[in-house]
Nanobody, 123 residues
Framework: QVQLIESGGGLVQAGGSLRLSCAAS????????MAWFRQTPGKEREFVAG????????YYADSVKGRFSISRDNAKNVMSLQMISLKPEDTAVYYC????????????????WGQGTQVTVSS
């Protein structure tokens, strides 16, 4: 049974930092592209950042470039998202997902999802 468990969300002031983690089990982690998406009420889930199987490629949504950094540790089956200079518009539930497609940013191509972790940025 595949499980993706996010952690690290919380409440932070604008300009602050948070580090999200996603712990994976039940899958061969190193064979999957991993990514973070986020969702606010009434909106579709949107791509935030992704990392390829061997971390040779990382890619970001324009809205977070230069502020967010994605990484993975295949030995520990963990993916992380370091977020700095947070803005109120970053407020959302953040989800980690896994995909068998290389360098994917399409929600439909991610087959497994975590339960999400809430990030709230106050102004």
């Amino acid at each position: 049974q595949v499980q993706l468990i996010e952690s690290g969300g919380g409440l932070v002031q604008a300009g602050g930092s948070l580090r999200l983690s996603c712990a994976a089990s039940g899958l061969t982690f190193s064979r999957y592209t991993m990514a973070w998406f986020r969702q606010t009420p009434g909106k579709e889930r949107e791509f935030v950042a992704g990392v390829s199987w061997r971390a040779s490629s990382t890619y970001y949504a324009d809205s977070v470039k230069g502020r967010f950094s994605i990484s993975r540790d295949n030995a520990k089956n963990v993916m992380s998202l370091q977020m700095i200079s947070l803005k109120p518009e970053d407020t959302a539930v953040y989800y980690c997902g896994s995909s068998g497609v290389v360098v994917s940013r399409l929600e439909a191509e991610f087959g497994f999802w975590g339960q999400g972790t809430q990030v709230t940025v106050s102004s």
